[in-house]
Structures are given as C-alpha cells and as structure tokens.
T-cell receptor
Framework: GNSVTQMEGPVTLSEEAFLTINCTYTATGYPSLFWYVQYPGEGLQLLLKATKADDKGSNKGFEATYRKETTSFHLEKGSVQVSDSAVYFCALVISNFGNEKLTFGTGTRLTIIP | EAQVTQNPRYLITVTGKKLTVTCSQNMNHEYMSWYRQDPGLGLRQIYYSMNVEVTDKGDVPEGYKVSRKEKRNFPLILESPSPNQTSLYFC??????????FGPGTRLTVL
C-alpha cells in the first residue's frame, strides 16, 4: 500500500537557522505530494504541493522538490522564524475511483527559539 | 468566508453514549472526508463521500457511521463510543481532485 515516512521530531532550531524536514514515500502509481502545516489549536493548512516529478512547490519561504528517483519530498526553508513553530505533515494522494484520500506521515513538531 | 466548520470543538463523554460530530462546508464541494489524528500515527481516513448519498469506508471505519443527505453536511456518528475512539477528528472537503480544506478539529475524550 501507499505510505509516507517523515523525520521524527521534535525539532528545535534557533531563529534564522536552516530547516530540513525529510520525507520519503512509497506509492503505486503517480502520487501528488503535499506538505501541510498545523498551528497550535488549528486545523491543517496546505503549505505547498507538487503534482509530478521534478516539480518544486514553494510558499512562505518553504520549498520542496518532488524527486521520483529517490521517492522523496523534503521540506526546506533557508531562515526560520518563531512564527514557523508548528507541526508539519508530509502527505500523498493517488486518486482511487474518486477517493481523494490523503496518506499522511506521522508529523514533525518544529519549535523555533528566538 | 470559505470554510469548513465542525461542532463541537471539544467533547468529553462516557462509553456507550451515542454522539454526533457535525461538519459543514460552504464551498459547494462534492468530496468530503473524516480523519482521526493520533500521536505517532498521523491522520487516518475514517469515511469519505464523493457526493450526496454516496459514502464509503476509509482505512479505519469500525465504530463509526456517516451520512450525506445534503451536499454541505457530513456528520460523523459514534453509536456506542469506546475509549479507543478518544482522538482528534478532522473533517475535510474539496472539489474532485482539488485542494482539500480542513476543519478546525474536534477533540473527543471517551471515558
């Protein structure tokens, strides 16, 4: 079946540090890949996405590139801020007879220290 | 404002007492889905619906029911809740193959 493996947390960084959160996937077919962010007490928000190999998704200074050869979609940001503190989820979708089920990783809690 | 709403946001109940968590969206989305979030497991799909009167099981449907009588609403029903259903629940909606929008979550505790 499909699965997503992401970096275990929690991750604690100082403000302005470089961030990488690793994500790899296993899927039959051609998935679309996503990063969702969950701020404290809130639902999930789509951060960025990529729908085919070599696509780069980007938003709010975050980037991730769909690497088919390594089945990876690592999240990066060059200089993190305190406001980036949240839980980050890597996810994939393969549409299956109309079910747009998202398969999620376990989430990585990120804390940024001033 | 385009949004997915869930009620209640927090609920503490006892084993066996039937409850319903409501989900409503105002974006005219065909597709709606319920997930539960548990530590170390991420989010797992419970049920989904592709349109009115069309529902199907996700990965963890045991102990849950849903209905889709109107396009905007997709309630999650626990006929006889048990402690292993203590979790954080999210409703999501989208157009077919579109971006999914999530509700704010319902934290359920079953004693």
């Amino acid at each position: 079946g499909n699965s997503v493996t992401q970096m275990e947390g929690p991750v604690t960084l100082s403000e302005e540090a470089f961030l990488t959160i690793n994500c790899t996937y296993t899927a039959t077919g051609y998935p679309s890949l996503f990063w969702y962010v969950q701020y404290p007490g809130e639902g999930l928000q789509l951060l960025l996405k990529a729908t085919k190999a070599d696509d780069k998704g980007s938003n709010k200074g975050f980037e991730a590139t769909y690497r088919k050869e390594t089945t990876s979609f690592h999240l990066e940001k060059g200089s993190v801020q305190v406001s980036d503190s949240a839980v980050y989820f890597c996810a994939l979708v393969i549409s299956n007879f109309g079910n747009e089920k998202l398969t999620f990783g376990t989430g990585t809690r990120l804390t940024i220290i001033p | 404002e385009a949004q997915v709403t869930q009620n209640p946001r927090y609920l503490i109940t006892v084993t066996g007492k039937k409850l319903t968590v409501t989900c409503s969206q105002n974006m005219n989305h065909e597709y709606m889905s319920w997930y539960r979030q548990d530590p170390g497991l991420g989010l797992r799909q419970i049920y989904y619906s592709m349109n009115v009167e069309v529902t199907d099981k996700g990965d963890v449907p045991e102990g849950y029911k849903v209905s889709r009588k109107e396009k905007r609403n997709f309630p999650l029903i626990l006929e006889s809740p048990s402690p292993n259903q203590t979790s954080l629940y999210f409703c999501a909606s989208s157009f077919a193959s579109g971006q999914q929008f999530f509700g704010p979550g319902t934290r359920l505790t079953v004693l």
